[in-house]
């Protein structure tokens, strides 16, 4: 066949890709690792859950590469949060817990892929590239997380947070990380009485007697990270 000097390039339709990491530092390499992969481009960053929810809604991505530890609400709530809005988001955890209760709590809201951040970075390039692909990939390390996970009896705290308004969850957040009912109050824009009537029907509710047992409890389900506090 003669050649006519016209070359045709196959068009990819690549996928958008939102990152949240509480660290800019690891954005930029994923970033760089998203430019590089012709399936792939990235839509938007984000440094903490709360903004992260904000642009998933705004910018509906395809694909959610999220860290577990954030400085505001938790990966896990964040994943949570954007999930009700975007249900079809693809979601590729990058980050450094992989204990079972994180684990168990990840699959129950319906992950595609796993990477652990002590792993090397070839790990994270390919990934990225399979939930591209619409298939799932998931480190050495995660295995064993999933068996302990499912070996664990399922904890009734986890099925009384399906239940809890986004209201709640945000009061169960910060009383979780000691504010008080005026700093909730002032945080949340309410009064100091609705924030006091918060905290008592959500103790009830999560059938708790003080606040510890509610830090006990956020811990547990992911609504926060101790690390962080």
Not at 21 to 29: R, V
Request: proline share 3%.
């Amino acid at each position: 066949m003669k050649d006519n000097g016209v070359h045709h390039c196959i068009s990819y339709s690549r996928k958008t890709v939102l990152i949240v990491d509480d660290h800019l530092c690891i954005i930029d390499l994923i970033d760089e690792i998203i430019c590089a992969d012709r399936l792939l481009k990235t839509a938007g960053k984000a440094t903490a859950g709360l903004r992260a929810i904000e642009l998933a809604n705004q910018l509906h991505p395809d694909i959610l590469v999220l860290d577990v530890m954030l400085p505001d609400i938790s990966g896990i709530e964040t994943l949570r949060r954007i999930k009700k809005e975007t249900p079809n988001v693809r979601v590729l955890v990058f980050t450094a817990r992989h204990d079972s209760h994180t684990v168990c709590a990840l699959m129950k809201s319906g992950i595609n892929g796993f990477v652990c951040k002590q792993g090397p970075l070839c790990d994270l390039r390919q990934a990225l590239h399979a939930v591209a692909l619409g298939n799932s990939w998931y480190c050495k390390d995660f295995d064993p997380a999933v068996r302990m996970a499912i070996s664990t009896p399922n904890l009734p705290g986890e099925e009384i947070l399906a239940l809890l308004t986004t209201r709640e969850h945000e009061v169960a957040t910060l009383i979780a990380r000691s504010y008080s009912s005026k700093q909730v109050a002032f945080r949340l824009g309410i009064s100091v009485k609705t924030a006091e009537n918060h905290r008592a029907a959500l103790m009830h509710k999560l059938g708790v007697r003080d606040v510890a047992g509610l830090v006990r409890f956020a811990i547990r389900t992911g609504i926060v990270d101790p690390t962080l506090e």
